[in-house]
């Protein structure tokens, strides 16, 4: 178990991260630390043993918590370090900021190439963390450098080079996976018309509306799109829209989401990903990738 430090964020034992999480599932963590800062934060992760679990979450918009919750630490960083301004020509956003008030920033400085961002509803670091991305853009394409900290508490600035971004994935150059969590962001952008940007960003959120189940909890595209196809297309297919496993369905606006009814537990989420994984596989012989992360235990 972790050591108690003293440090002046919120630290709540057993807490439960359905209320952390946009499908609104999930079990307990025994520890969830809320930080008041960076330095805090600092303290906070210096104070913990070498062994304790420690996991970030933005706005648990691409997670799936098991029921039975985590044995460990969570790190809440939404709300937490907010800083948004101009560094020069650049814009720097911390970990803690929505994407959304990111894109709407950007596009108020005369910046494009950020618009995308505007309909992600998660955090700059969990955008950092899975190179979210939509409608041809993508996070990683408009980084230019990072701040890390890690288990110990050390921050460390990092070139945008440092790392590799693929389709919903980031790694350290050389294939070392990420042992640092994202701290803030310098992003790269072209200079250009604010009305431009805003309006862009006016109907990109239009499409969503139109093509998203938003009035339930959903994390967003279940999988990743397989090269040259559609996760959505291959499920739906399948005949899988409106299929359910408990409170979790297959939603009916869109192939890819799957919506909690407003009594799912993770386990019934969980199955009905491995249901629609096997099905699609079966009859259309392609494996999907997960999109959305799972952390926890399974409940006993
Ligand atoms: C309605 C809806 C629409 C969506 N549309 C899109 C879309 O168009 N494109 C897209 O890419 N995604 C989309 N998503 C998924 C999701 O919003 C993104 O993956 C988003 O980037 C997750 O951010 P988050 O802050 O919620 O991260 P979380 O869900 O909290 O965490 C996701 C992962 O990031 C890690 N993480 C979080 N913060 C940090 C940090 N500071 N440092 C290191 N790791 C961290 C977590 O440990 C976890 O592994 C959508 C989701 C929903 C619900």
């Given at each position: 178990m972790m050591a108690q430090p003293i440090t002046q964020g919120k630290l709540l034992l057993n807490e439960p991260l359905a209320r952390y999480t946009s499908w609104r599932v999930g079990g307990m963590a025994d520890c969830l630390y809320i930080p008041a800062g960076l330095e805090d934060l600092q303290e906070f992760l210096q104070g913990l043993s070498e062994n304790e679990p420690v996991y970030f979450i933005g706005l648990g918009s691409n997670l799936l918590v098991r029921?039975?919750?985590?044995r460990g630490t969570v790190v809440l960083m939404h709300n937490v370090l907010t800083g948004l301004h101009m560094d020069g020509s650049e814009v720097y956003a911390e970990a803690g900021v929505t994407c959304a008030k990111l894109a709407k920033f950007t596009a108020r400085q005369h910046?494009?190439?950020?618009?995308?961002?505007?309909?992600?509803?998660?955090t700059v670091g969990g955008a950092l963390a899975m190179n979210a991305g939509c409608h041809g853009g993508e996070?990683?394409?408009?980084?230019?450098k990072v701040t890390t900290i890690d288990h110990r508490g050390q921050v460390r600035e990092r070139d945008g080079q440092e790392f590799v971004a693929t389709y919903r994935h980031v790694e350290m150059t050389g294939g070392e996976p990420l042992n640092e969590w994202f701290i803030a962001a310098w992003f790269e952008l072209a200079e250009g018309a604010a009305s431009e940007a805003e309006q862009k960003i006016k109907s990109l959120l239009a499409k969503r509306l139109a093509t998203q189940p938003l009035n339930l909890p959903n994390a967003g595209s279940t999988f990743r799109n397989p090269p040259g196809d559609f996760a959505a297309r291959l499920v739906e297919a399948c005949g899988l829209k409106g299929y359910k496993i408990g409170g979790a369905q297959v939603s009916e606006k869109h192939a890819n989401f799957i919506v909690?009814?407003?009594?799912?537990?993770a386990a019934d989420i969980e199955q009905l990903i491995a249901h629609m994984r096997a099905t699609v596989k079966q009859q259309h012989g392609v494996d999907l990738q997960q999109e959305v992360r799972v952390i926890g235990e399974f409940k006993e």
């Open positions: 029921d039975g919750g985590v910046r494009h190439g950020a618009e995308f961002m505007a309909g992600i509803p998660g996070t990683w394409d408009i980084v230019k909690n009814l407003g009594d799912a537990a």
